[in-house]
């Protein structure tokens, strides 16, 4: 019934929709034959190097794959935690 | 005169290839060029029934290949356009009976005397597909608007690519446009976004497809089939021809008169 009253609603993403989004990611990691396991290894990696240099919020962290065209991007977001020690002072 | 060779591939299997291939060659053939199909998925052959020609086979691919018989031999005439060949699989064999570099000498011979040579290729992405590229000028890749075929499209398609032959143009079959009306099915325009390649058809789903399929008369030949209009677009853009894609978002009826009224009313 809520399956029912959400698509009454519109708020149940068309299944189409659906489609299209899994479909994205998953060619994106066919394409580059990296698998998103690679990925999530790659990410706490990348966390560790990071945070031997830089104070980052390890959780935060985002790291995917992006196309644009016939380019694909591997886009890291890694938030730096603000450095409150400098503000005090 | 100098063939142009037609290779038609998917991936997944089951989407297709065989169907647009004979429909492609039936309406080709039906504009009066010489055209002859081969089918090239040995041990699986289907565009013999497909066409209506299963009872006349007596040399196959293989027996071309291997000299058995001249390659005239091996052709089969169509029974109702005389301009319309197949050159059929061998149904004993398996794929290693043929090369990639036999492919390429066939059809290099078949050139001179036709106008086009279109190879059904089998499904996956093994010998059998190396050997139905190796010796294409065009490459249509076949495809549903599903996650499963559209992946293994985008598969075929970076292959293509990588071995320099590409770039491939897609055959999007099977769309249900009261389905992608409802966006409950991948739209053209989203597979193409996907898989970002050139289109070449859009085939909808028609029941009639299988009622031709059953008579072995190619639905290409049928005027009233909106999938067989479909498939003649396909044939006029090879010969290049700017034809523009079929309407099929035509929703007749009072529901689909209801539903854009309210779509409308709503935006």
Redesign the interface.
Known sequence: MTGFMDRLLGREK????Q??D???L??IH??VDINPGTLERLKDELIEVISRHIEIDPYAVSIEMRQD??HHRLVADIPIKPAKRRRTR | MTAKVVTITSGKGGVGKTTATANIAAALADEGHKVVCIDSDIGLRNLDVVLGLENRIVYDLVDVIEGRCRMRQAMIRDKRLPELFLIPAAQTRDKTAVSPSDMVHLCNELRSYMDWILIDSPAGIERGFRNAIAPADVILVVTNP??SA??DA??II?LIEAEEKGPARLVINRIKPAM?H??????PE?VIE???VELIGVIPEDEQVILSTNRGLPIALDGKSKAGMAFRNIARRLCGEEVPFLNLNDQGGFFGRLTRMIRSGGN
């Open positions: 068309k299944s189409a929709r489609a299209k899994r479909l994205k998953v060619l066919d394409r065209g016939h | 599903e996650v559209v992946r985008d598969r970076g992608v409802r966006e409950d099915m991948l739209s989203d996907l898989l970002a």
